[in-house]
């Protein structure tokens, strides 16, 4: 049976997840279809418990924050690459934050310290993807390939710029932090575990985009770039990468990298409730 306790905290998370994605929707962050998404996560990852559920909005509040920041400059210089900004879709939504919510689902089940790990490291991977890309654009610094380090366009997949490292590694952090912070107490203080597992998965995140993220081409503009009409309104054809590993593919593989290696560290080193 379903405890009150549970039933109350469901009750908290709908209301809450109301509020901020209703908020977030006015703002042009969420299309509607995102904004249910995030009710739908936000709600149901309450259960799991409180400290999910303040993980979850430390992710949510922090990617508005930074897409709102310089959002008119960082639209100017990636648009030849990124279709146009409408705000994060329900898919968007659901591939950031679908892995940590189904590692709330194992907490739930199972109260063992692993899934805590796992989760706050897929949520790590995501934050520091997030950051890693908005202040990278931001800096307007030329990035280079993480593969073989050579300037590519503004917004391409695979790009790095050293902002947005530090970026990256910000973002791991202040999750980590915020793991520790709202941790059940049986878990001994090491956030190191979700800084490393949130780095290593958004790596994985720039690692994929270089290599065999699906990316398109225009024959007009004799240019790379992730968008299906180009701005020259020419349709561009798939030029490299597996057509249907995606971004939102890709970002749920890094979220899923980052769970994975924030569940085999902690097994290694914190020990069983």
């Given amino acids: ?78 648009s030849a690459i990124l279709p146009d900004d409408i705000g994060r879709t329900g898919a968007q939504v659901l591939a950031n934050g679908g892995v940590f919510g189904l590692c709330g689902l194992g907490w739930l089940l199972s109260h063992h310290p692993m899934w805590w790990y796992a989760g706050a490291g897929a949520l ?10 908005e202040i ?33 590694v910000a973002g791991a952090t202040l999750l980590a932090l915020a793991s520790s912070l709202l941790n059940p107490t049986w878990i001994h203080d090491s956030p190191w575990i979700v800084a490393l597992a949130g780095i290593g998965g958004a790596l994985t995140d720039s690692l994929l985009g270089a ?5 398109r081409y225009c024959d007009y503009c004799k240019e790379w770039t992730e968008r299906f009409v180009h701005r020259c309104e020419y349709r561009t054809r798939p030029g490299r990468g597996l057509s249907w590993l ?18 085999i560290i902690s097994l290694v080193v914190v020990p069983g409730p």
Avoid: H
Avoid at 211 to 215: D, I, P
């Fill in 136 to 168: 990278g654009i931001a800096s307007r610094r030329t990035p280079v390939s993480i593969v073989g380090f050579q300037p590519i366009a503004t917004g391409l997949s695979g790009g790095v710029t050293w902002p947005g490292t530090v970026g990256l």
């Fill in 246 to 263: 995606t971004n939102n593919v890709v970002n749920a593989v890094a979220t899923a990298v980052g769970a994975l290696f924030g569940a």
């Fill in 1 to 78: 049976m379903v405890s009150e306790t549970a039933i109350a905290r469901l009750l908290v998370g709908i209301i809450a997840a109301v509020a901020v994605a209703v908020f977030a929707r006015r703002r042009g962050s969420l299309t509607e279809e995102g904004m249910w998404s995030a009710i739908a996560l936000g709600s149901v990852i309450t259960v799991a418990g409180y400290g999910w559920a303040f993980l979850l909005l430390t992710f949510f509040l922090t990617s508005i924050g930074l897409s709102e920041w310089r959002r008119t400059e960082k639209e100017e210089a990636t």
């Fill in 124 to 133: 790590a991977a995501a934050t520091a993807d997030t950051w890693a890309t």
């Fill in 211 to 215: 290599t065999l993220q699906s990316v």
